[in-house]
Protein backbone atom coordinates (compact mmCIF):
# COMPACT_ATOMS: atom_id res chain seq x y z
CA UNK A 1 0.00 0.00 0.00
CA UNK A 2 3.04 2.41 1.55
CA UNK A 3 4.65 1.92 -2.18
CA UNK A 4 1.67 2.72 -4.18
CA UNK A 5 0.82 6.29 -2.35
CA UNK A 6 4.37 7.30 -2.36
CA UNK A 7 4.56 6.20 -6.26
CA UNK A 8 1.68 7.70 -7.10
CA UNK A 9 2.64 10.96 -5.07
CA UNK A 10 5.26 11.06 -8.25
CA UNK A 11 2.72 10.40 -10.77
CA UNK A 12 0.46 13.03 -9.53
CA UNK A 13 2.83 16.05 -9.68
CA UNK A 14 2.65 14.89 -13.80
CA UNK A 15 -0.97 14.65 -13.72
CA UNK A 16 -1.44 15.49 -16.98
CA UNK A 17 1.66 14.08 -18.40
CA UNK A 18 0.33 10.82 -17.25
CA UNK A 19 -2.93 10.77 -18.42
CA UNK A 20 -2.17 12.02 -21.75
CA UNK A 21 0.63 9.67 -22.32
CA UNK A 22 -1.70 7.26 -20.90
CA UNK A 23 -4.46 7.79 -23.83
CA UNK A 24 -1.78 7.74 -26.55
CA UNK A 25 -0.51 4.09 -25.72
CA UNK A 26 -3.94 2.91 -25.57
CA UNK A 27 -5.31 4.47 -28.64
CA UNK A 28 -1.90 3.62 -30.54
CA UNK A 29 -1.72 -0.10 -29.39
CA UNK A 30 -5.47 -0.59 -29.53
CA UNK A 31 -7.15 1.33 -32.41
CA UNK A 32 -10.00 -0.25 -31.87
CA UNK A 33 -10.69 1.01 -28.42
CA UNK A 34 -10.79 4.80 -29.53
CA UNK A 35 -14.24 3.97 -30.87
CA UNK A 36 -15.75 3.79 -27.26
CA UNK A 37 -14.73 7.43 -26.61
CA UNK A 38 -16.23 10.36 -27.36
CA UNK A 39 -14.91 11.92 -30.06
CA UNK A 40 -15.60 15.65 -29.61
CA UNK A 41 -12.23 16.99 -28.24
CA UNK A 42 -13.89 18.25 -25.26
CA UNK A 43 -15.68 15.73 -24.45
CA UNK A 44 -12.03 13.44 -24.37
CA UNK A 45 -10.58 16.55 -22.18
CA UNK A 46 -13.70 15.72 -19.72
CA UNK A 47 -13.01 12.22 -19.56
CA UNK A 48 -9.02 12.10 -19.15
CA UNK A 49 -10.31 14.02 -16.18
CA UNK A 50 -12.30 11.80 -15.25
CA UNK A 51 -9.70 8.71 -15.10
CA UNK A 52 -7.28 10.15 -12.95
CA UNK A 53 -10.10 11.78 -10.49
CA UNK A 54 -11.34 7.76 -10.55
CA UNK A 55 -7.40 6.73 -9.90
CA UNK A 56 -7.13 9.28 -7.08
CA UNK A 57 -10.43 7.73 -5.30
CA UNK A 58 -9.22 4.18 -5.83
CA UNK A 59 -5.68 4.50 -4.34
CA UNK A 60 -7.10 6.85 -1.43
CA UNK A 61 -9.42 3.79 -0.55
CA UNK A 62 -6.25 1.61 -0.81
CA UNK A 63 -7.12 0.55 2.79
CA UNK A 64 -10.77 0.71 2.72
CA UNK A 65 -12.84 -2.59 2.71
CA UNK A 66 -15.51 -0.86 0.58
CA UNK A 67 -13.19 0.08 -2.33
CA UNK A 68 -14.18 -3.82 -3.50
CA UNK A 69 -17.78 -3.37 -3.58
CA UNK A 70 -17.34 -0.24 -5.22
CA UNK A 71 -15.48 -2.10 -7.95
CA UNK A 72 -17.76 -4.43 -8.78
CA UNK A 73 -20.27 -2.21 -9.10
CA UNK A 74 -18.15 0.20 -11.40
CA UNK A 75 -17.95 -2.64 -13.35
CA UNK A 76 -21.63 -4.13 -13.82
CA UNK A 77 -22.27 -0.18 -14.39
CA UNK A 78 -18.87 0.01 -17.03
CA UNK A 79 -20.69 -2.99 -18.98
CA UNK A 80 -22.40 0.27 -21.21
CA UNK A 81 -19.82 2.14 -22.30
CA UNK A 82 -19.31 -1.73 -23.78
CA UNK A 83 -16.43 -2.12 -21.93
CA UNK A 84 -15.57 -6.19 -22.56
CA UNK A 85 -13.03 -8.39 -20.35
CA UNK A 86 -9.99 -7.79 -23.10
CA UNK A 87 -9.89 -4.22 -22.69
CA UNK A 88 -9.34 -4.96 -19.38
CA UNK A 89 -5.92 -6.19 -20.09
CA UNK A 90 -5.09 -2.97 -22.75
CA UNK A 91 -5.90 -0.42 -20.17
CA UNK A 92 -3.59 -1.79 -17.46
CA UNK A 93 -0.72 -2.40 -20.07
CA UNK A 94 -1.42 0.93 -21.09
CA UNK A 95 -1.74 2.38 -17.44
CA UNK A 96 1.66 0.73 -16.57
CA UNK A 97 3.21 1.97 -18.70
CA UNK A 98 2.10 5.46 -18.05
CA UNK A 99 3.26 5.28 -14.68
CA UNK A 100 6.42 4.35 -15.91
CA UNK A 101 7.22 6.78 -18.07
CA UNK A 102 6.07 9.18 -15.59
CA UNK A 103 7.72 8.54 -12.74
CA UNK A 104 11.22 8.62 -14.51
CA UNK A 105 13.76 7.01 -11.88
CA UNK A 106 11.50 6.17 -9.33
CA UNK A 107 9.71 3.37 -11.56
CA UNK A 108 11.81 0.41 -9.94
CA UNK A 109 10.64 -3.44 -10.16
CA UNK A 110 9.26 -3.11 -6.86
CA UNK A 111 7.07 -0.23 -7.35
CA UNK A 112 6.20 -1.99 -10.93
CA UNK A 113 5.36 -5.34 -9.06
CA UNK A 114 3.42 -3.28 -6.53
CA UNK A 115 1.20 -1.91 -9.60
CA UNK A 116 1.09 -4.75 -11.42
CA UNK A 117 -0.95 -6.42 -8.46
CA UNK A 118 -2.91 -3.82 -7.20
CA UNK A 119 -4.54 -2.75 -11.14
CA UNK A 120 -5.10 -6.99 -11.18
CA UNK A 121 -7.10 -6.66 -7.95
CA UNK A 122 -9.07 -3.60 -9.99
CA UNK A 123 -9.32 -5.63 -13.18
CA UNK A 124 -10.69 -8.99 -11.19
CA UNK A 125 -13.05 -7.03 -9.15
CA UNK A 126 -14.91 -4.82 -12.23
CA UNK A 127 -14.40 -8.07 -14.22
CA UNK A 128 -16.53 -10.29 -11.57
CA UNK A 129 -19.03 -7.45 -10.88
CA UNK A 130 -19.58 -7.16 -14.82
CA UNK A 131 -20.14 -10.84 -15.17
CA UNK A 132 -21.96 -11.82 -12.16
CA UNK A 133 -25.02 -9.23 -12.89
CA UNK A 134 -28.42 -9.69 -13.57
CA UNK A 135 -28.78 -6.38 -14.83
CA UNK A 136 -28.83 -5.69 -18.38
CA UNK A 137 -26.21 -3.56 -19.47
CA UNK A 138 -28.15 -0.81 -19.92
CA UNK A 139 -31.71 -0.09 -20.59
CA UNK A 140 -33.45 0.45 -24.41
CA UNK A 141 -36.25 3.18 -23.39
CA UNK A 142 -38.45 4.45 -26.67
CA UNK A 143 -39.55 8.41 -26.63
CA UNK A 144 -43.41 8.27 -25.61
CA UNK A 145 -44.06 11.64 -25.51
CA UNK A 146 -41.88 14.99 -25.69
CA UNK A 147 -43.39 18.26 -24.26
CA UNK A 148 -41.31 21.34 -24.65
CA UNK A 149 -41.77 24.74 -22.25
CA UNK A 150 -40.02 27.45 -24.06
CA UNK A 151 -36.83 27.01 -25.93
CA UNK A 152 -34.81 25.51 -23.50
CA UNK A 153 -36.85 22.77 -20.98
CA UNK A 154 -38.07 19.37 -22.33
CA UNK A 155 -39.98 17.04 -20.36
CA UNK A 156 -39.59 13.48 -22.27
CA UNK A 157 -41.50 10.54 -20.99
CA UNK A 158 -39.66 7.45 -21.69
CA UNK A 159 -41.07 3.50 -21.78
CA UNK A 160 -38.21 1.38 -21.00
CA UNK A 161 -38.53 -2.45 -22.64
CA UNK A 162 -37.89 -4.33 -19.72
CA UNK A 163 -38.97 -2.57 -15.91
CA UNK A 164 -36.51 -0.22 -14.74
CA UNK A 165 -36.44 -0.65 -11.11
CA UNK A 166 -35.85 2.93 -8.88
CA UNK A 167 -36.91 4.86 -6.39
CA UNK A 168 -38.38 8.30 -6.40
CA UNK A 169 -36.18 10.73 -6.04
CA UNK A 170 -33.31 8.78 -7.76
CA UNK A 171 -31.43 9.68 -10.88
CA UNK A 172 -30.40 7.63 -14.27
CA UNK A 173 -27.67 8.26 -17.22
CA UNK A 174 -28.80 8.58 -20.51
CA UNK A 175 -27.23 8.05 -24.02
CA UNK A 176 -28.69 8.92 -27.48
CA UNK A 177 -27.65 7.60 -30.64
CA UNK A 178 -27.64 11.36 -31.84
CA UNK A 179 -24.37 12.20 -29.78
CA UNK A 180 -22.39 8.87 -29.49
CA UNK A 181 -20.31 7.52 -26.20
CA UNK A 182 -21.74 10.52 -24.43
CA UNK A 183 -23.66 9.63 -20.94
CA UNK A 184 -25.23 12.06 -18.65
CA UNK A 185 -27.19 11.86 -15.88
CA UNK A 186 -30.77 13.20 -15.39
CA UNK A 187 -32.77 12.15 -12.34
CA UNK A 188 -36.02 10.71 -13.11
CA UNK A 189 -39.45 13.02 -12.71
CA UNK A 190 -42.06 10.64 -11.67
CA UNK A 191 -42.83 8.50 -9.13
CA UNK A 192 -42.90 4.51 -10.63
CA UNK A 193 -46.06 4.02 -12.65
CA UNK A 194 -47.89 0.96 -13.96
CA UNK A 195 -47.10 1.49 -16.85
CA UNK A 196 -43.37 1.59 -16.10
CA UNK A 197 -42.65 4.45 -17.57
CA UNK A 198 -39.99 7.71 -16.45
CA UNK A 199 -39.93 11.21 -17.10
CA UNK A 200 -36.84 12.89 -17.63
CA UNK A 201 -36.50 16.86 -17.27
CA UNK A 202 -33.94 17.92 -19.50
CA UNK A 203 -32.34 22.18 -19.02
CA UNK A 204 -30.72 23.00 -22.14
CA UNK A 205 -27.32 24.22 -21.86
CA UNK A 206 -25.48 26.64 -24.79
CA UNK A 207 -22.95 24.19 -25.82
CA UNK A 208 -24.45 20.75 -24.46
CA UNK A 209 -24.64 18.20 -27.36
CA UNK A 210 -26.68 15.96 -25.52
CA UNK A 211 -29.11 18.10 -24.00
CA UNK A 212 -29.87 20.06 -26.83
CA UNK A 213 -30.34 17.13 -28.99
CA UNK A 214 -33.26 15.79 -26.22
CA UNK A 215 -34.53 19.38 -25.66
CA UNK A 216 -34.85 20.02 -29.45
CA UNK A 217 -34.30 17.35 -31.70
CA UNK A 218 -35.20 14.05 -29.65
CA UNK A 219 -38.95 13.04 -30.89
CA UNK A 220 -41.12 10.34 -30.16
CA UNK A 221 -40.31 6.66 -31.57
CA UNK A 222 -36.68 7.25 -31.26
CA UNK A 223 -35.04 4.67 -28.43
CA UNK A 224 -32.42 6.09 -25.54
CA UNK A 225 -30.53 4.19 -23.49
CA UNK A 226 -30.38 4.24 -19.76
CA UNK A 227 -28.16 3.49 -17.65
CA UNK A 228 -29.17 1.49 -13.85
CA UNK A 229 -30.90 4.18 -11.42
CA UNK A 230 -28.77 5.49 -8.21
CA UNK A 231 -28.36 8.30 -5.78
CA UNK A 232 -29.19 8.87 -2.42
CA UNK A 233 -32.36 11.77 -2.52
CA UNK A 234 -34.95 9.45 -1.98
CA UNK A 235 -37.69 10.30 0.91
CA UNK A 236 -36.73 9.60 4.81
CA UNK A 237 -40.41 9.04 6.72
CA UNK A 238 -39.41 10.29 9.97
CA UNK A 239 -41.42 11.91 12.47
CA UNK A 240 -40.12 15.65 11.93
CA UNK A 241 -41.46 18.45 9.52
CA UNK A 242 -39.80 18.44 5.93
CA UNK A 243 -38.29 21.12 3.36
CA UNK A 244 -38.26 20.23 -0.13
CA UNK A 245 -36.30 23.03 -2.21
CA UNK A 246 -35.76 22.40 -5.93
CA UNK A 247 -34.84 25.14 -8.17
CA UNK A 248 -34.90 24.94 -12.26
CA UNK A 249 -35.54 21.24 -13.40
CA UNK A 250 -33.92 20.38 -9.90
CA UNK A 251 -37.92 19.86 -9.43
CA UNK A 252 -37.69 16.40 -11.06
CA UNK A 253 -36.57 14.31 -8.57
CA UNK A 254 -38.96 16.66 -5.83
CA UNK A 255 -41.88 15.63 -8.37
CA UNK A 256 -41.51 12.17 -7.93
CA UNK A 257 -41.32 12.25 -4.60
CA UNK A 258 -44.31 14.55 -3.93
CA UNK A 259 -46.34 12.47 -6.42
CA UNK A 260 -44.87 9.21 -3.47
CA UNK A 261 -46.23 11.60 -0.59
CA UNK A 262 -49.29 12.28 -2.25
CA UNK A 263 -50.18 8.44 -2.60
CA UNK A 264 -49.00 7.72 0.93
CA UNK A 265 -49.25 11.01 2.99
CA UNK A 266 -46.83 11.73 5.69
CA UNK A 267 -47.68 12.14 8.97
CA UNK A 268 -45.37 15.65 9.10
CA UNK A 269 -45.93 18.93 6.83
CA UNK A 270 -43.95 19.69 4.25
CA UNK A 271 -43.14 23.18 2.75
CA UNK A 272 -41.96 23.33 -0.49
CA UNK A 273 -40.13 25.94 -2.06
CA UNK A 274 -40.02 26.28 -5.89
CA UNK A 275 -37.14 28.20 -7.46
CA UNK A 276 -36.78 29.28 -11.25
CA UNK A 277 -35.12 31.94 -12.82
CA UNK A 278 -38.64 33.28 -14.24
CA UNK A 279 -42.42 32.58 -14.37
CA UNK A 280 -42.27 30.77 -17.39
CA UNK A 281 -39.66 28.46 -16.02
CA UNK A 282 -42.06 27.50 -13.57
CA UNK A 283 -43.52 25.23 -16.07
CA UNK A 284 -45.28 22.65 -13.27
CA UNK A 285 -46.89 25.96 -12.03
CA UNK A 286 -50.41 23.96 -12.37
CA UNK A 287 -49.93 20.81 -11.00
CA UNK A 288 -48.08 21.63 -7.70
CA UNK A 289 -50.96 24.18 -7.44
CA UNK A 290 -53.22 21.02 -7.72
CA UNK A 291 -51.32 19.40 -4.99
CA UNK A 292 -51.10 22.40 -2.61
CA UNK A 293 -55.21 22.56 -2.82
CA UNK A 294 -55.34 18.84 -2.38
CA UNK A 295 -53.21 17.96 0.31
CA UNK A 296 -53.78 19.33 3.69
CA UNK A 297 -49.81 18.52 4.48
CA UNK A 298 -48.37 20.48 1.47
CA UNK A 299 -47.48 24.39 1.90
CA UNK A 300 -45.87 26.10 -1.61
CA UNK A 301 -43.89 28.47 -2.13
CA UNK A 302 -42.57 29.86 -5.14
CA UNK A 303 -39.86 31.85 -5.31
CA UNK A 304 -38.44 33.92 -8.61
CA UNK A 305 -36.08 36.83 -8.77
CA UNK A 306 -37.46 40.57 -8.61
CA UNK A 307 -38.17 42.07 -11.76
CA UNK A 308 -35.47 42.68 -14.24
CA UNK A 309 -32.96 41.28 -11.77
CA UNK A 310 -30.72 38.57 -12.32
CA UNK A 311 -32.30 35.02 -12.58
CA UNK A 312 -29.55 34.25 -9.30
CA UNK A 313 -31.00 36.53 -7.38
CA UNK A 314 -33.97 34.04 -6.82
CA UNK A 315 -31.50 32.44 -4.82
CA UNK A 316 -30.77 35.80 -3.15
CA UNK A 317 -34.73 35.35 -1.89
CA UNK A 318 -34.61 31.82 -1.07
CA UNK A 319 -32.15 32.69 1.60
CA UNK A 320 -34.76 35.40 2.97
CA UNK A 321 -37.86 32.92 2.83
CA UNK A 322 -35.55 30.47 4.52
CA UNK A 323 -34.49 32.26 7.19
CA UNK A 324 -37.76 33.25 8.36
CA UNK A 325 -39.31 29.76 8.38
CA UNK A 326 -37.39 28.57 11.37
CA UNK A 327 -37.28 25.69 12.81
CA UNK A 328 -34.42 24.19 10.91
CA UNK A 329 -32.36 21.54 13.87
CA UNK A 330 -35.72 19.82 13.65
CA UNK A 331 -36.56 19.26 10.13
CA UNK A 332 -34.95 16.83 7.15
CA UNK A 333 -34.19 19.13 4.12
CA UNK A 334 -34.39 17.38 0.23
CA UNK A 335 -32.59 19.46 -1.56
CA UNK A 336 -32.21 20.10 -5.85
CA UNK A 337 -30.83 21.98 -8.21
CA UNK A 338 -28.00 23.50 -9.97
CA UNK A 339 -24.60 22.64 -8.18
CA UNK A 340 -23.98 26.38 -6.78
CA UNK A 341 -27.33 26.38 -6.00
CA UNK A 342 -27.18 23.02 -3.78
CA UNK A 343 -23.80 24.37 -2.48
CA UNK A 344 -25.14 27.56 -1.28
CA UNK A 345 -27.97 26.35 -0.10
CA UNK A 346 -26.80 23.86 1.75
CA UNK A 347 -24.14 26.18 3.59
CA UNK A 348 -27.00 28.31 4.28
CA UNK A 349 -29.12 25.81 6.41
CA UNK A 350 -26.26 24.92 8.15
CA UNK A 351 -25.84 28.43 9.47
CA UNK A 352 -29.34 28.50 10.19
CA UNK A 353 -29.03 25.44 11.91
CA UNK A 354 -30.02 22.49 9.95
CA UNK A 355 -28.34 19.44 10.82
CA UNK A 356 -26.08 18.04 7.94
CA UNK A 357 -27.47 14.68 8.55
CA UNK A 358 -31.08 15.56 7.77
CA UNK A 359 -29.89 17.62 4.61
CA UNK A 360 -29.75 15.07 1.65
CA UNK A 361 -28.83 15.99 -1.55
CA UNK A 362 -26.84 14.55 -4.76
CA UNK A 363 -23.03 15.13 -5.27
CA UNK A 364 -23.61 17.16 -8.43
CA UNK A 365 -20.92 17.57 -10.60
CA UNK A 366 -20.63 21.34 -12.13
CA UNK A 367 -22.43 21.04 -15.07
CA UNK A 368 -21.09 21.46 -18.59
CA UNK A 369 -19.40 22.16 -21.15
CA UNK A 370 -20.00 25.94 -20.28
CA UNK A 371 -18.39 28.18 -22.51
CA UNK A 372 -14.80 28.94 -21.21
CA UNK A 373 -14.67 25.77 -19.89
CA UNK A 374 -11.26 24.10 -20.50
CA UNK A 375 -9.17 21.14 -19.22
CA UNK A 376 -7.63 21.52 -15.12
CA UNK A 377 -4.20 22.52 -15.79
CA UNK A 378 -1.34 20.97 -13.48
CA UNK A 379 -1.42 23.60 -10.98
CA UNK A 380 -5.48 23.67 -10.27
CA UNK A 381 -4.96 19.46 -10.32
CA UNK A 382 -2.25 19.51 -7.36
CA UNK A 383 -4.20 22.17 -5.39
CA UNK A 384 -7.62 20.84 -6.16
CA UNK A 385 -8.07 17.19 -8.17
CA UNK A 386 -11.72 17.00 -9.01
CA UNK A 387 -13.76 14.46 -7.46
CA UNK A 388 -14.89 11.24 -9.22
CA UNK A 389 -17.78 11.09 -11.34
CA UNK A 390 -20.65 11.91 -9.22
CA UNK A 391 -22.75 8.61 -10.33
CA UNK A 392 -22.33 6.38 -6.94
CA UNK A 393 -22.26 2.73 -8.77
CA UNK A 394 -23.51 1.39 -5.44
CA UNK A 395 -26.27 3.60 -4.86
CA UNK A 396 -29.56 0.99 -6.37
CA UNK A 397 -32.44 0.70 -6.06
CA UNK A 398 -32.98 -2.36 -4.47
CA UNK A 399 -34.81 -4.39 -6.92
CA UNK A 400 -37.64 -5.49 -5.13
CA UNK A 401 -38.97 -1.97 -5.33
N1 LIG B 1 -30.65 15.89 -8.11
C1 LIG B 1 -30.28 17.11 -8.39
O1 LIG B 1 -29.71 17.83 -7.58
C2 LIG B 1 -30.62 17.66 -9.72
C3 LIG B 1 -29.91 18.70 -10.21
N2 LIG B 1 -30.21 19.22 -11.42
C4 LIG B 1 -29.40 20.33 -11.88
O2 LIG B 1 -30.21 21.48 -11.85
C5 LIG B 1 -29.79 22.36 -12.86
C6 LIG B 1 -31.04 22.84 -13.53
O3 LIG B 1 -30.73 23.80 -14.47
P1 LIG B 1 -31.79 24.90 -14.87
O4 LIG B 1 -33.16 24.32 -14.83
O5 LIG B 1 -31.31 25.47 -16.17
O6 LIG B 1 -31.65 25.94 -13.70
P2 LIG B 1 -31.52 27.53 -13.81
O7 LIG B 1 -30.20 27.89 -14.39
O8 LIG B 1 -32.77 28.06 -14.45
O9 LIG B 1 -31.48 27.93 -12.26
C7 LIG B 1 -32.64 27.89 -11.45
C8 LIG B 1 -32.37 28.76 -10.24
O10 LIG B 1 -31.27 28.20 -9.52
C9 LIG B 1 -30.50 29.23 -8.94
N3 LIG B 1 -29.12 29.19 -9.44
C10 LIG B 1 -28.68 28.78 -10.64
N4 LIG B 1 -27.35 28.90 -10.74
C11 LIG B 1 -26.95 29.44 -9.56
C12 LIG B 1 -25.68 29.81 -9.03
N5 LIG B 1 -24.57 29.67 -9.74
N6 LIG B 1 -25.63 30.31 -7.77
C13 LIG B 1 -26.75 30.47 -7.05
N7 LIG B 1 -27.97 30.13 -7.49
C14 LIG B 1 -28.07 29.62 -8.72
C15 LIG B 1 -31.13 30.54 -9.34
O11 LIG B 1 -31.97 30.96 -8.30
C16 LIG B 1 -31.94 30.17 -10.56
O12 LIG B 1 -33.05 31.02 -10.73
C17 LIG B 1 -28.80 21.62 -13.72
O13 LIG B 1 -27.52 22.07 -13.36
C18 LIG B 1 -28.97 20.17 -13.31
O14 LIG B 1 -27.76 19.44 -13.40
C19 LIG B 1 -31.28 18.78 -12.16
C20 LIG B 1 -32.02 17.73 -11.72
C21 LIG B 1 -31.74 17.06 -10.47
Same mark, same amino acid.
Given at each position: MKILKSSFAVVERRA??????????????NPGVRALFPDSLHEMERQRDRLFAALTHVIAHLDDGTLRPYLHDLGRDHRKFLVRPEHYAAVGASLLAALAETSGAAWTPPVEKAWAEAYQVIADAMTAGAEGSEDPPWWDAEVVRHLQYGPDIGVLTLRPHLPFPYLPGQYTSVSSDRVPTTWRTYSIGNAPRPDGT??????????????????????????? $?? /??????? &??? %???? *??????AGTGWAPIRAMLEDLAERPPDQDVRLFVVARDGAHLYDRPLIDAYAARCGWLAVTYITPAPGRHRNQATDRL???????????????????????????????????? $?? /??????? &??? %???? *???????????????????????????????
Open positions: EHAVKFFYSHLFWHVDLHVSRIDRGRLSTALVRETRPGEVL $RL /GAAGGQL &VFR %REDR *PVSLIAATALGHRGMWPDQDVYLSGPPQFVDETAHLLQQLGA $RP /GRLFHDA &VPA %RGPE *PGDRPLGFGEWFLNPPAPHWHNPSARAPRSY
